[in-house]
């Protein structure tokens, strides 16, 4: 078999398909950010930082409410036409509204988002082509057709990245034009979503009894959403309110660059979930060996570049973002130690998962929601962007702290 015929094969399988379009949507995402955080400026860039941030709080909605049901009810509906249709009619109606809640913020003339105002219209245009084109990536991949969910990906991060990079090269791009790129770039991928779909108009009887089963399946998922999506962002929303917008954007840059860490979390926790669930079946013991084991062993390899991260700081952000980066360089150094306790954690979080304690991460999440509206104003106050690194990084602690507390509550005691 010659190399050509070999690279079609592996590209048939299921698995290769699914971690090749999760690495072009992740690198996309990397190269899109790295672009704009020195094509931008840190001010523009700040103000990029806050759209995403409001463009993720949809996601995690829109998720809650469509995507998340959906996947797993549709193996129960006979009439899987008619039912994809019916989320497809819903997830237009779900846009719709948060269009009217973003002219109505508009309108109101909030101090917060005032930084957002003159770009009210191509947020809105952001949103719902992202949410759509997001609607049937995930779809496909929910429905087994995972090329499909690989074309429309392709077709939008590669048109994305080189009409980006045409106009950081000619020295045109600025914020809003960012902006309407990206938008119109999911364009072609929503067109051929609807081609690939295909949608029909569901009676109205089954449109309305689906969206009823969208609500059952969906209110406490919605509600776990926000409370994580709160959980996770409150410090750095905080940041740009009470610091400035320029925080924020080097903030988010710190973030995008230790998102190349996340991908590997992922994979970390995708390949040692399985095995760990099965060794669990066995005995408690040869989990506990297996999850300590395991982090021992990639300590090995973080700590070391750990150390390079935080001895690089300054060079790392002048390289990804320019020397207006350069003076918040601890930020990076902080979040190295962030991702440490993160990291060291994952055994405590795996241990939750695998022993099906989901109930615990609503919980733990709440915990951390709850300290960071008692707290942020104060650390932000007293120590700038370095509370809200402090801050993100007791909101670690406590999570493991509470779910040690429960698996110790279990008679499951990881560290002895």
Known sequence: MNPITKIATLLKSSKIQVILDQMICSGSNFVTTILLARQLGIQEFGIYASVILVLYLFLSVSNALIVAPFQVQQAKESDQSTYISSLFIWQIIICLLFILLIFAVSIAHIHAVQSLQAYVTLIVFLIITFLLQDFFRKVFIAVGKLKEALYIDIITNF????????????????????????????????????????????AFSKFINHGKQLIISGKWLLLTAMVQWWSNNFFVVASGLFISISALGALRLAQTLFGVLNVFLQVYENYLLPAA?????????????????????????????????????????????GSAYVDY???LQGMVILYLFIFIGYPIRMAIRVMMLNREFFFAYMITLVFSLIASRFLIREMGLAGVITGLIINQLLVLTYWQFILIRKKFVLWH
């Open 159 to 202: 048109s994305q990245l080189i009409w980006l990079a045409s106009s950081a090269y000619k020295h045109t791009l600025n914020l809003s034009q960012s902006l309407f790129i990206m938008a119109i770039t999911f364009i072609p991928s929503i067109i051929a979503g609807l081609i690939y779909l295909k949608p029909v108009i569901p």
């Open 329 to 331: 360089a601890f930020v």
């Open 277 to 321: 669930s099965r060794l669990f079946i066995q005995s408690s013991l040869h989990l506990k060996q297996y999850l300590r084991k395991s982090t021992l062993k990639s300590l090995i390899l973080l700590i070391p570049v750990s150390i390079c991260i935080i001895v690089l700081a300054k060079p790392i952000f002048r390289l990804s973002g």
